[in-house]
C-alpha cells in the first residue's frame, strides 16, 4: 500500500494536448497498455533520458527524432520494455513511429516512442499495429488520468498532479504524470514522466527549466539503487496560452520554472510512496556539507543500505547502521567529532558517539512512524541536499521474484 499517497483529484486539461489510453494486448492481464499523447503544430519539447549504457531502443530512437524537430505525439506502450532487444528492437520502435505518423499524417521524426514493462523480450509489433490505427480515435484533452493508469506496470495507484499558474493575467496550466515503484535510483529522471503545459516557451528555455527541476526531484529519489535501462522525463509546451512568451531571466520564468518543478516533486516523491513493498517515505537530509557531491555520496550510503532500510522496515531504532553509512560513504578527513545525526527531532549520535540524551524510547517513538527525516549534520561547509528513498520489507522481494510469472 503506497504511503500517504491517494488517487489524483482535480486534473486540469491541457490545451493543445490530447491524451487517449487503452489495451492493445501487450499485457496478458486486460489492462491498458497503450497512451497516445498529441500535441498541436508548433510546440516545443524538452527532454531527459537514462544514462544507463543498455539504454531501451525506444530511448535511443527518441533521442535520435528529438534532436531533429519537436513532437507532434509520443506513443507510449506498458508490459514490454523493447530494452536488451538489439537491433530488431531499434528496427521495431521505429515502426511504431512510422505506423502511428501514418495515422496522424505526420513525419515518424514527429513521433517519440516510449516503453516500459519486462525486459529482453521483442515487441509483440502485430497487436501494437491494431492499438496504434485504433488509439488516435480516442484522443480527448480531459484524459490525464486515464493515461496515468495506462502506464502503469507494479505501480499501486496512478501518479498524476496538475498546477496553475498566473502570468500577464493569463492562466496557465501544468499537469504531469508519471510511472515507477521498482528499479528507481534515476541518473536523469524516473523511470517515466510526462508533463504538459499550455505555456509558450523556447525549447532551449523549457530544456533549462526541466533539468533544474530534474535534479531536485527525480534525480534525488532512490528505492532499490538500480536505474532503469528505459528512464524518460518529457515536458511538452504545446504554447496556446494568451500570455505569451516566458522569456528566460524574467518574472514570469521564474514562476513557471517554480511550478514545473513542484509538478516533478509531487511526482518523484510519489514513486517513494508507491515503492515496491514500501511501508515508510523515508527523507534523507544532509547538511553543512563542503560540496554537493559529498552531501550526495552521504544521502546516497544510507539510502542504499540494505541494514538501514531493513531496520527502518522493522521500526528497530538501530542507529548504528547509520553511522556506519555515515562513515562508509568516502567523505575524507571527516572529523567524527562534528557530526551529528538525528531522527526527525531525536539526536542519536553527536561528539562521535550515542547523543548522552538519547534514549531508546525516543528512538522508537521516531521509528515507529511511516515518514521519518535522517538528518546528518557533517560542519564541514554550507551545503546540503535532500534524497527520498523507503525501507526495504518482504513484499519488495516477493514482488520482484514474481515479476515475470
Same mark, same amino acid.
Given at each position: ?11 486540469? &486539461? ?43 531502443a &525506444? ?9 531533429i ?44 516512442? *516510449?516503453?516500459?514493462?519486462v525486459i529482453?523480450?521483442?515487441? &509483440? =509489433? ?11 480515435q480516442?484522443?480527448?484533452?480531459d ?10 506496470? /507494479?505501480d ?12 500577464k493575467?493569463?492562466?496557465? /496550466? ?16 524516473t =523511470? ?5 503545459t499550455?505555456?509558450k516557451?523556447e525549447k ?13 526531484s527525480? $534525480?534525488?529519489?532512490?528505492? #532499490?539503487?538500480? /536505474?532503469?535501462t ?43 510512496? #508507491? ?5 515508510? *517515505?523515508?527523507?534523507? $537530509?544532509?547538511v553543512?556539507a ?16 540494505p ?9 528497530? &531504532? ?20 562534528d ?33 521519518i527525516?535522517?538528518?546528518v ?13 523507503t ?8 514482488? $520482484?521474484? $514474481?515479476?515475470?510469472?
Amino acid at each position: 500500500m503506497a504511503v500517504g499517497l491517494s488517487d489524483p483529484v482535480n486534473l486540469f &486539461p491541457v490545451k493543445g494536448i490530447e491524451l487517449a489510453s487503452m489495451a492493445c494486448g501487450i499485457k496478458s492481464n486486460g489492462r491498458d497498455d497503450l497512451v497516445l499523447i498529441k500535441v498541436n503544430k508548433g510546440a516545443t519539447c524538452a527532454a531527459t533520458f537514462t544514462k544507463n549504457a543498455f539504454c531501451a531502443a &525506444p530511448v535511443t530512437v527518441a533521442k535520435k527524432h528529438l534532436a531533429i524537430t519537436n513532437p507532434r505525439a509520443l506513443l507510449i506502450n506498458s508490459g514490454n520494455a523493447n530494452a536488451g532487444t538489439g537491433k530488431l528492437g531499434i528496427r521495431d520502435a521505429e515502426q511504431s513511429c512510422e505506423w502511428l505518423a501514418d495515422v496522424l499524417e505526420c513525419s515518424a521524426n514527429e513521433i517519440l516512442p *516510449f516503453s516500459t514493462g519486462v525486459i529482453g523480450e521483442p515487441m &509483440p =509489433m502485430a497487436v501494437l499495429n491494431s492499438g496504434i490505427k485504433a488509439i488516435s480515435q480516442l484522443a480527448v484533452e480531459d484524459n490525464w488520468l486515464t493515461a496515468a493508469r495506462g502506464i502503469m506496470t /507494479t505501480d499501486t495507484i496512478a501518479k498524476a498532479i496538475s498546477k496553475q499558474i498566473t502570468i500577464k493575467d493569463e492562466t496557465i /496550466t501544468i499537469t504531469g504524470i508519471a510511472k515507477g515503484s521498482g528499479m528507481i535510483c534515476p541518473n536523469m529522471a524516473t =523511470m517515466l514522466a510526462f508533463i504538459g503545459t499550455d505555456a509558450k516557451v523556447e525549447k532551449g528555455h523549457l530544456q533549462q527549466c526541466l533539468d533544474k527541476a530534474v535534479a531536485r526531484s527525480f $534525480n534525488s529519489i532512490t528505492v #532499490d539503487s538500480d /536505474t532503469s535501462t528505459n528512464d524518460a522525463c518529457i515536458l511538452l509546451a504545446s504554447g496556446v496560452s494568451n500570455a505569451g512568451l516566458i522569456e528566460a531571466d524574467s518574472e514570469a520564468a521564474e514562476i513557471f520554472a517554480q511550478a514545473v518543478e513542484d509538478i516533478c516533486l509531487h511526482l518523484a516523491h510519489a514513486i517513494v510512496r #508507491d515503492g515496491e513493498g514500501a511501508t515508510k *517515505f523515508i527523507s534523507i $537530509n544532509v547538511v553543512s556539507a563542503a560540496t554537493l557531491a559529498e552531501a550526495r555520496d552521504v544521502a546516497y550510503t544510507i539510502a542504499h543500505s540494505p541494514l538501514v532500510k531493513t531496520a527502518l522496515f522493522a521500526s528497530d &531504532p538501530n542507529w548504528g547502521r547509520i553511522l556506519a553509512a555515515v562513515g562508509r560513504a568516502g567523505i575524507e578527513n571527516l572529523v567524527l567529532e562534528d557530526v551529528s545525526i538525528y531522527l526527525d527531532d531525536v539526536c542519536i549520535v553527536s561528539g562521535g558517539a550515542r547523543d548522552a540524551a538519547y534514549t531508546e524510547e525516543a528512538g522508537q517513538r521516531i521509528m515507529n512512524q511511516s515518514e521519518i527525516t535522517i538528518k546528518v549534520i557533517l560542519c564541514r561547509g554550507d551545503v546540503s541536499t535532500t534524497i527520498w528513498t523507503t525501507d526495504l520489507s518482504h513484499e519488495y522481494v516477493t514482488i $520482484n521474484s $514474481n515479476y515475470r510469472s
